[in-house]
Each structure stands twice: as structure tokens, then as C-alpha cells.
């Protein structure tokens, strides 16, 4: 880790006249404070975990000649904290409570087995086992078939094993983890056709299930404790904080353990990144009753760094798993709706917004983001200050940049850039027609109208290189040039300019704390890093590689 020149300086209280308590001066930086009015600076003044000053020298003498420390940059880049808009790190926490193996979303079903069959003879005292990453195009089964849990009973009778797909909106399990988690044919479906269980001619389930379905067998799942994924959420979060990041949206999970689990490290004091956690509507409840329950969460849980503040809602699933909502059927003839109905929708968000909640709503197909956009609209002057956020966007409706663009003032567009390398591009062509594909992830179209488009990682839904920022950075600014490996067009390229507000200003807005993080101001919490690029100046290739050298958040260096 870099080492900076510090010289501490001793000082009597006498000396405090201007400025009354101690503060830090880091100077001779190259610092990018996304703030229009002031887009650049050379020193950074500290003090109780506020920023008291951004500018230039001269400004600096009154701070430097009274300061308790000086920190000589010797130019190096100063940014503000970056800010995760959509991810699920307590979800990682569930899945590294357990052993956990990585699969790669090529491999076939007899490479999987091979697999999990390896790490069990390796790991003889394993309990049970979690696996994550397959792609169910890449199984090299039949047309239409689907894994089952007699495939994995192979591999193990006695281990429960869960095996969860690349997007995590699917996946499938051992008899052993059914019966650990009591599902048989008597079990229902959560939401019958959308989340639900396969099931064999006699309604016995076949071992595969989809969306909820799936992440309540890993709930019952013995290793997933408050205890267990707690201890594990922790390095997880320093992880986070290698990688620059001072703030997070954790969009939620199904999950029992995973609320308890944050708000113990921030009741121990340990939760040092403002996060925020979102809460999953539940389909067996009430519009009132969702509401309720987050409502009695943000009652328990909501103070010190630990918002509950997030309603999620699902418009579909992925176009992987034939369940993204689409105007098109699908080759197989299934024509997908969105989870919810138009009244369904509209009657969420304007019951999550006069509750006080901001709302998130995961959407892929063009049918999905059709239905949200127009439920937003219709609710737009309902606590108009309160984030409406549509993650994701991969297939835009006809007009969807232009909706987006009429509500710009409150919505978000979510986003990950690095899913328009066309990894698979000819199946996704097949699925959705040659029209849709050219309208996938148009996030340059979007932002060059005003839009406040946000980026995130969605991992575990992602490889981990997607968590860091300046490789999304990269895909957004590489995706314009022509022949790059990107899906059309490249007109949906992002300028690093709108990329840097992407993870930092449009994160902070998002999340509803603009007012004191997301750029470097007066007043504003000091939360920042240090890296080793001057990212203003050197090419694309390089920015990639960029290393984030020190984190600091209110003030406190955390890495």
C-alpha cells in the first residue's frame, strides 16, 4: 500500500483561533470533486470527519498553519467515494456462510458434477455446499430440459447441495436440500408460473425452481445463521473499501438472517459505509401488509449508517431463463407478462412512496420497463423528493429514453455496463428479435438527455471484476467504438465524465444522501479515496488497471 508524507505537527490549544479543532490537510493532490461549480482542486482540508475546505493553496494557508497534520500527495488523484447503486453483499455473505464453490456459466452439467463431486472429495467434513454461476444454455442438455435434483444426488445423497444459475434468478438443488427444506409435492408455488417450483407428472418437484422458489430452500439451509453470515459480511465489506467504495445499496434478498446480520456490525460499530437495504415485496402479502413490514424494519433498524428505506419490487426475470417481460414471445411461443399487473404496480409505488420509502424495481424486458415507467409516471407527484429507480434496463421499450428523460428530476436509470459485452450474443438475438437487440442498455442516449444514470455491480449476479468500478468505467466509455465486442448501438457510449457522476454524485442522489457525500464540498461528509492514476489524463487500457491506494470514510481512513 502507498505510503503518503505525513508530518505531524505539534500544536497547543492556543494556536486554534480560526479554526477550533483539529483538522488534516491534504495537499499537492490532483483532485476531481464532481462538483460543477468547482470541478477541480489541489488541497483537501479535514475535521471531525467534515470537509472544511476544497480548493487551491492560498486558500490553504489559514488551515496549514494550524494544522495537526499535513498529508503531501505528491500528486496523486483524489476522488470522492464511490457508491454501489445495486448489489447484494449480505446475499454473498449467505453464500460464503456455507462452502462455496464458483462455476463457470460454461461449463456443461457433466463438468458441473465433476465439479462439486471434486470439492466434496477434497472437502470431507463439508455439511453442505453452494454453488453459483451455471448457464442453463451451456448444460448441453435436450431442447427445453432442465436439471434436476436426481443429477445432483449423484454428486451427493447425504450433502444438501444447491446450485444457484449465473443471474441468480433460478437454480436447483439435491434431494437432500428438499428434504432439509421439507418441499414435496404438497408444497405450493410462491407465485404459480413466475416463481415456482418444476415438477415431474405426479407434482412432485424435479429439483429446479425459479426466483423465490429456489432462495427459499437456501433459507432453510442449516449454515445460513445470523452468526455465520455476519462474520462473513464483514470482510466482505472491507473488500468494498479496497475497491474505494463509502456507500452501498444492498437491494435485499429473500433471505431470514441477512437484516439481523447488518445491524449487528452496525450496532458493534463495525458497518462503515453508508448502506442502505432494500426490502423484497412478498407476494403472499398485501400491498398494506409489505408496506407494514418495512415499515416495522425501518422502526428496528434504521439509524447510524443502516437505512431501511428501499422498496423493491420485480417487473420479470432474465432473458436467460425465458422470464424477461417482453413484447415478443419468446422461440418456444411463451409470451412473458411482468410479474405484477399495471394496477398491481401502480398500486405499490404509490403506497412504498407515501409510506416514505424510495423505490426500486428490478426490470429487464422492454414489456417490464414499459410497465414501470408508466406506474412512475402516474404516481410522479406523490413525495416528488423520494428515488424512483428502474435497475438494470437491458431492453428498452420504444420510448424509453424519452419517458425517462420526462421524469429526469426524480429517476434513476440503474445499470451494470459490463453486460453489453456480447458474451451470448446470437442467443439473445433469437430470444428477443432483431429489433429489441439493438435497443439494449442505451445508457449514452439516456444521459446525453439528463438522466441521472447510476452504476452498480449487481454481484453475486456478476462476476466479482464486475464489483470494480473503473472496470464498469472502462465498458461504458469502450462501448462506443465500433467492432469493441459490444452489444449495438454505439451511440449508448458514456463520456468519463458521466461514468465518474455514475458511481459518485447520481449514487448519492439515489440513495438520498446528496447533501453530505457524493462529491467533495464544504460541509460534506469527508468520504474519499486515493489512487494511483491521474484518471483525467491517462488512456482507456490504463483507467482499468487503476489501484485505489487509501479509503477514507467520515473522515476515518478504512483502507
Do not use: C
Not at 473 to 493: D, M, S, W
Amino acid at each position: 500500500m502507498m505510503k503518503f508524507n505525513v508530518k505531524m505537527l505539534s500544536v497547543t490549544l492556543g494556536l486554534f483561533t480560526s479554526h477550533a479543532f483539529a483538522h488534516t490537510v491534504y495537499e499537492n493532490a490532483r483532485i476531481y470533486t464532481v462538483n460543477d461549480r468547482q470541478p477541480t482542486a489541489s488541497v483537501l482540508v479535514v475535521e471531525q470527519g467534515k470537509i472544511v475546505y476544497v480548493g487551491g493553496n492560498d486558500g490553504a494557508k489559514p488551515f496549514k498553519a494550524t494544522a495537526t497534520e499535513l498529508v503531501d500527495l505528491e500528486g496523486k488523484t483524489v476522488l470522492p467515494g464511490f457508491i454501489e447503486s445495486h448489489a447484494h453483499p449480505a446475499t454473498v455473505a449467505v453464500m460464503e456462510a456455507g462452502d462455496f464453490v464458483y462455476v463457470d456459466g460454461a461449463a456443461t452439467l457433466p463438468q458441473i458434477l465433476s465439479q462439486l463431486k471434486a470439492y466434496l472429495a477434497a472437502h470431507p467434513k463439508a455439511n453442505y455446499l453452494l454453488a453459483q454461476g451455471f448457464n442453463v444454455a451451456s448444460l448441453a442438455l435436450p431442447q427445453g430440459a432442465l436439471p434436476t435434483a436426481a443429477d445432483l444426488d449423484t454428486v451427493s445423497e447425504s450433502v444438501p447441495i444447491v446450485v444457484y444459475d449465473s443471474g441468480m434468478h433460478a437454480g436447483w438443488v439435491n434431494s437432500a436440500a428438499l428434504n432439509v427444506a421439507r418441499v414435496d409435492a404438497n408444497t405450493p408455488d410462491p407465485i404459480p408460473g413466475k416463481h415456482y417450483f418444476e415438477r415431474d407428472n405426479k407434482g412432485n418437484p424435479t429439483g429446479f425452481m425459479h426466483e423465490s422458489a429456489m432462495h427459499n430452500v437456501v433459507d432453510a439451509q442449516k449454515f445460513n445463521a445470523v452468526e455465520n453470515v455476519a462474520e462473513k459480511l464483514q470482510p466482505i465489506l472491507k473488500t468494498y473499501h479496497s475497491l474505494g467504495f463509502t456507500a452501498i445499496t444492498d437491494v435485499g434478498d429473500t433471505f431470514s438472517t441477512t437484516v439481523a446480520a447488518i445491524a449487528r456490525l452496525n450496532e458493534q460499530g463495525k458497518l462503515k459505509v453508508y448502506y442502505q437495504r432494500g426490502y423484497f415485496y412478498d407476494a403472499a402479502k398485501s400491498t398494506e401488509q409489505n408496506i407494514a413490514s418495512l415499515k416495522a424494519l425501518r422502526e428496528k433498524y434504521h439509524q447510524g449508517n443502516l437505512s431501511m428505506n428501499l422498496y423493491k419490487l420485480f417487473m420479470d426475470g432474465t432473458i436467460e431463463m425465458d422470464s424477461g417481460a417482453m413484447y415478443q414471445p419468446y422461440p418456444n411461443g411463451n409470451v412473458v407478462e411482468p410479474f405484477l399487473s399495471q394496477q398491481q404496480i401502480n398500486d405499490n409505488v404509490a403506497a412504498a412512496l407515501k409510506a416514505g420509502f424510495s423505490v426500486h424495481v428490478h426490470a429487464i424486458g422492454d414489456k417490464a420497463q414499459q410497465s414501470i415507467l408508466d406506474a412512475f409516471a402516474a404516481n410522479k407527484k406523490i413525495n416528488p423528493q423520494l428515488a424512483r429507480v428502474i435497475a438494470h434496463n437491458q431492453v428498452f421499450e420504444p420510448q424509453g429514453v424519452q419517458k425517462f428523460a420526462a421524469m429526469k428530476d426524480n429517476l434513476f436509470l440503474q445499470t451494470t455496463p459490463n453486460w453489453a459485452v456480447m458474451y451470448e450474443k446470437d442467443e439473445t438475438k433469437t430470444k428477443i428479435g432483431q429489433d429489441a437487440y439493438h435497443h439494449q442498455f442505451l445508457l449514452g442516449q439516456a444521459a446525453r438527455e439528463g438522466v441521472a444514470v447510476t452504476f452498480g455491480s449487481d454481484y453475486p449476479a456478476n462476476t466479482f471484476d464486475a464489483v470494480n468500478p473503473f472496470s464498469q468505467i472502462y465498458h461504458a466509455i469502450k462501448r462506443g467504438q465500433p467492432n469493441a465486442g459490444y452489444l449495438p448501438p454505439t451511440e449508448a457510449v458514456m463520456t468519463f465524465s458521466q461514468s465518474l457522476q455514475a458511481y459518485t454524485i447520481n449514487g448519492a442522489k439515489q440513495l438520498g444522501i446528496s447533501d453530505i457525500t457524493g462529491s467533495l464540498e464544504k460541509g460534506k461528509n469527508a468520504d474519499f479515496i486515493i489512487v494511483d492514476t491521474d484518471i483525467g489524463s491517462v488512456g482507456l487500457e490504463k483507467l482499468k488497471d487503476t489501484k485505489v491506494l487509501a479509503t477514507y470514510f467520515k473522515g476515518e481512513k478504512v483502507y
